[in-house]
């Protein structure tokens, strides 16, 4: 699924329909799925951006630091963790392994990814991945599924009326 995002507003409307849509999935045994987000993209794309939205949306308060310089910031909500990572200074695997992102996904636990190619397999896989990109003036964003969760998220966003004049033809 693909989307025109002409300006920061609509990179934060994705990021709000995003939030949106994993929250209409299908809870886990116990609480709230858990799932793992890929964003990816050129430098400046919008990938923190849609993050920050996304978590703003699901209930975290104030802006929300970028993890560039931290690698990670973890939010502590109701009944869901939510831990965001950039790994775009990390220079090899074994920095990106001793990280333990792959302990940290479960139900009841999201995990957004900056940066995911830099990871390798010392990542979890994802369920979905937001790739952004550079289109003239504005980005695009596509959008895939790697997963069934992913698969029920995507079609929870497809069904997100607050995007429908952003969808391009991406493939």
Known sequence: MGFNLADS???DALGRAL???FAGTAPAPGGPPGGVLYL????????TACARSLLRTLGVVGLGRSPTYTLGETYELAGLTCIHVDLYRLQSLTEVDEL????????SCLLLVEWPDRGG??????DLAVVLNYAG????ARVTAHSPLGSSWLENLGSDTSLRGYLSNLT
């Open 121 to 126: 397999a010392a990542l979890p896989p994802a």
């Open 40 to 47: 990816q993209g050129d430098l400046g794309a919008g990938k």
């Open 100 to 107: 333990g992102l792959r302990d940290l996904v479960g139900p």
């Open 137 to 140: 003036e504005g980005r695009q």
């Open 9 to 11: 507003s609509v990179t």
């Open 19 to 21: 939030a949106g849509a």
